[in-house]
């Protein structure tokens, strides 16, 4: 039994040290876990004749596994609006100018979510506000258009390392950022002149659409893997060495040979 | 008398561990084919697999992912085994073994250990090898119910193949026997579970004593069985031991070999 479980346990450490590398150099980015919510805004805020659109873009909970390297891709789709006035059909798209999705600890997340609140709707606040989501951040990304379609914009960021505990929740907020002129009419065009105003007023909190967050991984592999690797090898190596010891004479026909193709090679070399 | 019988034990374990070492070392290739084949593919699937698992929260199976495909090759290499296990009793090979001073039972028993329990082992082995290099804090996330049925069900399965090669000795037998058990029959089950809504009591009961493993997925999702699984898994265990007993008096008392 020594035999058999000595050499499996010295192949498998062999192959599973070889997998490792692989898959580490391999880059392959592997899904772990995503959340898809519908975008619902916490807070619109106008200041300065501009409007900001604060979402939670949910959360995730994430155990560190060694070897693990995260990344977070955030995706946001919008969808045009069908606005009825006057006996008019609208078709209208809401214009972002920049959406950032900033990541931060569940236990960061209440004081964040109580300034959000609570704040007021001055300069000084927003510019507050993104202090704090900045001090308080363990990644932050802007997202761009990706696609070719102009209602999906999405960001990918790293989660270091050194960011992450054994086990911790994240949660997400979302920043949208409006153009100054909020709404383009798609469809009827041009728009009746009596329904610039109407249009004009349309709020960002009508802005339909839904976040999806996705938590990949790519294996990094790690020093102590490596170590474990060669550790279960050597157990192998050992257990069969405890095994050629003990029944030296199963294994002295072997060993003459490896003993002889040894010295020959010597000899050439 | 007793001291005798105990002498008896004695020496029939020495034979039995004589034998045994001798097919270590006749399978040593074998087993080895098992491992280079399972660890790689066990490694992918732990290596990317595993870690979406840690995020569930109360997952009914951990590693259904990762035996999809294994499973598969390590039923045909139990059948393999009964395979030869069928053409040593009848090709003459068994009988040499026989001669003396190796008892019938000895014989069967290291086929049965070796055949069924080194390589449920071994399997056991290519999957918790590949976590503990991983991160050996991800094994508590292993669920021990699943890795415990899965061993049975192979068990039991494997048992009732190695029967039918020990009282049949026919290698082409035995092998369809492996497959109409492991690949035919849960299907004929599931579909008539599937088809007879009032299925009767006794066809769910044999289902769940020949196959533990796939019924915890039926019943485990559904929560429609009124009893727990792993209870209802001692029956399988005990129909396993039923088994062993009845090929080791089968062996010690009708079995012929030519």
Redo the contacts between chains.
């Keep these: 039994?020594l035999?058999?479980i000595g050499?499996?346990?010295c192949?498998?450490?062999i192959?599973?040290?070889l997998?490792?590398l692989a898959?580490s150099n391999m880059h392959?980015k592997?899904?772990?876990?995503s959340r898809f919510n519908s975008l619902t805004p916490m807070r619109i805020i106008k200041f300065n004749k501009k409007t900001i659109g604060i979402y939670d873009a949910g959360s995730?909970?994430?155990?560190k596994?060694?070897?693990?390297r995260y990344n977070v891709s955030v995706r946001v789709t919008t969808y045009p609006l069908l606005v009825r006035y006057n006996n008019t059909l609208f078709r209208i798209a809401i214009s972002i100018d920049n959406a950032t999705v900033y990541t931060v600890r569940k236990t960061d997340y209440p004081v964040i979510r109580g300034y959000i609140a609570s704040m007021g709707d001055t300069v000084d606040d927003v510019k507050k506000l993104l202090e704090l989501l900045d001090s308080r951040c363990i990644g932050k990304v802007t997202l761009q258009n990706m696609f070719s379609s102009p209602y999906a914009i999405q960001g990918v960021f790293d989660i270091g390392d050194e960011t992450l505990d054994?086990e911790i929740s994240l949660d997400f907020i979302l920043l949208i950022f409006p153009k100054r002129d909020l709404v383009k009419v798609i469809s009827p065009k041009p728009p009746p002149v009596s329904s610039i105003i109407f249009l004009k007023n349309i709020s960002i909190a009508r802005l339909k659409g839904n976040i999806n967050v996705r938590?990949e991984?790519s294996?990094n592999v790690s020093r102590n893997?490596v170590t474990?690797?060669i550790d279960?090898t050597m157990l192998g190596v050992l257990m069969l060495g405890v095994d050629i010891y003990r029944n030296y004479d199963?294994y002295k026909h072997t060993i003459e040979k490896l003993k002889t193709v040894l010295r020959e090679m010597i000899k050439r070399s | 008398m007793r001291k005798l019988s105990v002498t008896n034990i004695k020496d029939s374990m020495v034979r039995f561990n004589v034998h045994l070492s001798y097919m270590y070392s006749k399978m040593l290739k074998g087993f080895l084919f098992i491992t280079i084949i399972l660890v790689p593919i066990h490694s992918f699937l732990v290596f990317t697999v595993l870690p979406q698992q840690a995020f569930r929260p109360t997952p009914v199976s951990t590693l259904s992912s990762t035996l999809w495909l294994t499973s598969i090759i390590f039923t045909f290499i139990i059948m393999y085994l009964a395979y030869s296990f069928a053409s040593e009793l009848s090709g003459g090979g068994a009988q040499l073994f026989l001669s003396h001073p190796l008892g019938k039972l000895e014989y069967v028993s290291a086929w049965f250990f070796t055949g069924l329990y080194v390589t449920v082992f071994l399997f056991l082995l290519s999957i918790i090898l590949p976590v503990i290099v991983l991160d050996p804090t991800l094994l508590s996330k292993l669920s021990l119910r699943e890795l415990y049925l899965l061993s049975l069900e192979m068990i039991v399965s494997g048992a009732i193949i190695f029967n039918v090669a020990l009282m049949m000795k026919k290698s082409g037998l035995t092998f369809l026997c492996g497959v109409f058990f492991y690949y035919i029959l849960p299907f004929v089950f599931m579909l008539s579970l599937a088809v007879f809504r009032k299925s009767s009591e006794f066809v769910i009961w044999m289902f769940i004593v020949l196959y533990p493993y796939k019924s915890m997925f039926i019943w485990g999702y559904a929560r429609t069985f009124p009893y727990q699984i792993i209870q209802a898994s001692f029956l399988s265990l005990f129909f396993a031991v039923l088994l062993h007993i009845l090929a080791f008096v089968y062996s010690r008392w009708r079995l012929e070999v030519g």
């Design positions: 039994m035999k058999v050499s499996v346990l192949v498998s450490g192959i599973i040290l997998m490792l898959t392959t592997f899904w772990i876990t995730i909970s994430v155990r596994i060694e070897g693990l054994s938590l991984a294996l893997q474990r690797a279960i199963e």
